[in-house]
């Protein structure tokens, strides 16, 4: 089934100030819940995914939705499926969602939110690609020198720029737990040398491509993750999303300084949040006050407005 990592839940819908919690359709057969994502079963070989406000942080899903980050996400992923059809096929299938959801109710959760996708099988691999020394990245190279096991030459600063582009595999995380890196041999132990090189190579090409893309507005791309899925017929597909402020780490170039945090698109501003309050990162997540969610979803505009050049998704 496409994305082992989801959960199957049947809970009701949950929407506030056309936000929306949860999906709920009841036209269609659900499979399942990501972090994100809900997802529906239409044939054997299509399924339609909701990109719900749901945020997570530190793995675990926040009680309270970003209103409109699902359409937002959808699309920038859409912008970016579309322009790198040239470096791998991804799995929008083109059709409307709206063919297939017919309830106006149901069509309402659904608007500017919902794309039809090939029902594929994911592999159990997460593909990272870092051109910048940040996050737990810049933990482990203060910890050892190194990123996922790739040595790096001392006295880099963080946020600096790496010395070359770095693919740093992972293993792909039920909801709720954690990713594991893993060295690219275990990668490929998992999915076949073949494979693992093809994946590496277009990880590789994707972030290169969406980092020259990137700069001719005015954003720093520092890293990012891809999904794919191995077909048969037609080998390596992109899936799920695909550089968005939810799985990659855009900077604004014009306040960029190495030495010291940058001013990010993504979900740090949660993040920074949740680390001034006595939470123990397990489940249920705390709250988020008014002004913070707010100021994420803020972000979350500007970096599509600075992707794609619309205001409105």
């Known amino acids: 089934m496409y994305y082992a990592s989801f959960t199957a839940t049947m809970n009701p819908p949950t929407m506030a100030d056309d936000a929306v919690h949860e999906s709920r359709l009841e036209s269609l057969q659900l499979l399942g819940r990501g972090k994100v994502r809900d997802l529906y079963a239409i ?29 937002m996400l959808t699309a920038i992923s859409n912008y970016w499926f579309e322009r790198t059809r040239h470096i791998v096929p991804n799995h929008l299938t083109g059709e409307s969602p709206e063919a297939f959801v017919t309830d106006p109710s149901e069509r309402r959760q659904i608007a500017g939110r919902a794309v039809v996708v090939r029902r594929l099988t994911p592999l159990p691999v997460e593909a990272v690609v870092r051109g910048y020394l940040i996050g737990s990245g810049w933990k482990e190279y203060q910890q050892g020198g190194a990123v996922c096991g790739i040595a790096l030459p001392p006295g880099l600063p963080l946020a600096g720029r790496l010395p070359e582009t770095l693919f740093t595999p992972a293993t792909k995380a039920a909801v709720g737990e954690h990713d594991e890196n893993i060295s690219f041999e275990q990668m490929a132990e998992l999915i076949g040398t073949a494979r693992a090189e093809r994946v590496r190579e277009v990880s590789i090409a994707l972030y290169e491509f969406a980092v020259a893309a990137a700069a001719r507005v005015g954003l720093i791309l520092a890293d990012t993750k891809f999904e794919f899925a191995w077909d048969e017929r037609d080998g390596l597909i992109l899936i799920d999303e695909a550089l968005t402020p939810d799985s990659s780490r855009f900077w604004p170039r014009d306040s960029y300084r190495p030495g010291s945090s940058p001013l990010s698109f993504d979900k740090q501003y949660v993040r920074d949040h949740l680390e001034t309050l006595a939470w123990d990162k397990r489940p249920p997540g705390p709250r988020l006050p008014p002004e913070v969610i707010a100021a994420t979803a803020a972000r979350y505009r500007q970096a599509m407005k600075l992707i794609t050049g619309c205001e409105d998704p």
């Open 43 to 71: 044939d054997d070989d299509r399924l339609l995914i909701v990109a719900s406000d749901r945020l997570s942080a530190f793995d675990v899903i926040l009680p309270d939705p970003i209103p409109g980050k699902g359409r």
